[in-house]
């Protein structure tokens, strides 16, 4: 079994910023993480991908937060980061970590989410 632990969230002023972190772990269970990635939900709203960042260092990012979100890994931590600058009111959601783990090379990845941290951005 993996489980993802996320943390940085909290309350902060529109225009300030935020780290959140997950941590994979389950060391016995990884063999590679192709895909982590984040999401939000907001109340009332379906959940959205916000970054995904790719084992080799590729990044995608929602429209809504490109030139302020930054995603990045630590393959050898299997962590996750996602550096948030700039926020927003609409920013305001529980993101979740998500991750698609490898515990063998012979075997396609399994999903894997995180419990969630709130992110309150006041205006």
């Known amino acids: 079994q993996v489980q993802l632990v996320e943390s940085g969230g909290g309350l902060v002023q529109a225009g300030g910023s935020l780290r959140l972190s997950c941590a994979a772990s389950g060391t016995g269970s990884i063999f590679s993480i192709p895909e982590m990635s984040w999401y939000r939900q907001a109340p009332g709203k379906q959940r959205e991908l916000v970054a995904t960042i790719m084992s080799g260092g590729n990044t995608v990012y929602a429209d809504s937060v490109k030139g302020r979100f930054t995603g990045s890994r630590d393959n050898a931590k299997n962590t996750v980061y996602l550096q948030m600058n700039s926020l927003e009111p609409e920013d305001t959601a529980v993101y979740y970590c998500?991750?698609?783990?490898?515990?063998?090379?012979?075997?396609?990845?399994?999903?894997?989410w995180g419990q969630g941290t709130q992110v309150t951005v006041s205006s």
């Open positions: 998500y991750a698609a783990v490898r515990s063998d090379s012979m075997y396609p990845a399994t999903p894997y």
